[in-house]
C-alpha cells in the first residue's frame, strides 16, 4: 500500500455521461497531481493542486475538472465522456510543491467508456 | 519543448540477466525519476536520481546530468521486473513533469 487512495478502482460508464474520480494523498502530502494513461501512450499529466489551489494544469480538456478540499482529498471530474477517455487515471502525492521529492502513485481508477 | 527518450523501447530477458535502460532528455532537466509500472498497472516510484548514482538492491541508477542521460541498472533480473519502466523530469521552471514513453521489459524464468 503507497499510501495514496484512489476509488473507484474500476468504472464503466457509457458516453455522454459524467464520473467523479477521487484521491486520498499521503498523510502529510499537499500536492496532489492527476495522470491520464491510455493505452499504449505514456502518462500525460493533467493537473496539480498543492494545498488546495491549483498550481500547474497539463493536457487538460475542458470536459475535465479536478479540485482539492481542504481536507487534501482530490477530485477528478470527467464529462461528457468519450469513448477516447477511456484510460487509466492515477493521482500522486509529494510532501511538498516544488521538484524536490519524488512522487507516490495511487493504484490508478480504469475507466471504460462503453 | 523538453524531450525524454528512452531506450530501448523493448526488451526481454531471461532471468537472472543484467540490463541497462537509458533515458536521453533533449535539454538541462530537473529532478529526474524513474519510476515501475508493473503489469497491473500499479505505478511504483524507483528512484528520485537528480544526478550521480543511487542504489536500492538489485537496482541502481546513475545521472549525468551534464551529459543528459540517466541510465537504470537491474541485475540478476526476475520475472517480478517484468513491466514498464518509465524515466520522467521536469524541465526548467515547468511544474510539469515530462515523461518518456517507457521501456517494456519482459523477463521469461
Known amino acids: 500500500d503507497s499510501g495514496v487512495t484512489q476509488t473507484p478502482k474500476h468504472l464503466i460508464t457509457a458516453t455522454g455521461q459524467r464520473v467523479t474520480l477521487r484521491c486520498s494523498p499521503r498523510s502529510g502530502d499537499l500536492s496532489v497531481y492527476w495522470y491520464q494513461q491510455s493505452l499504449d501512450q505514456g502518462l500525460q499529466f493533467l493537473i496539480h493542486y498543492y494545498n488546495g489551489e491549483e498550481r500547474a494544469k497539463g493536457n487538460i480538456l475542458e470536459r475535465f475538472s479536478a479540485q482539492q478540499f481542504p481536507d487534501l482529498h482530490s477530485e477528478l471530474n470527467l464529462s461528457s465522456l468519450e469513448l477516447g477517455d477511456s484510460a487509466l487515471y492515477f493521482c500522486a502525492s509529494s510532501v511538498v510543491s516544488n521538484t524536490n521529492y519524488g512522487y507516490t502513485f495511487g493504484s490508478g481508477t480504469r475507466l471504460t467508456v462503453v | 519543448g523538453i524531450q525524454v527518450e528512452q531506450s530501448p523501447p523493448d526488451l526481454i530477458l531471461q532471468e537472472g540477466a543484467n540490463s541497462t535502460l537509458r533515458c536521453n532528455f533533449s535539454d538541462s532537466v530537473n529532478n529526474l525519476q524513474w519510476f515501475h509500472q508493473n503489469p497491473w498497472g500499479q505505478l511504483i516510484n524507483l528512484f528520485y536520481i537528480p544526478s550521480g548514482t543511487k542504489q536500492n538492491g538489485r537496482l541502481s541508477a546513475t545521472t549525468v546530468a551534464t551529459e543528459r542521460y540517466s541510465l537504470l541498472y537491474i541485475s540478476s533480473s526476475q520475472t517480478t521486473d517484468s513491466g514498464v519502466y518509465f524515466c520522467?523530469?521536469?524541465?526548467?521552471?515547468?511544474?510539469?513533469?515530462?515523461w518518456g514513453l517507457g521501456t517494456s521489459l519482459g523477463v521469461n524464468p
Open positions: 520522467a523530469a521536469y524541465a526548467g521552471n515547468n511544474r510539469k513533469l515530462i
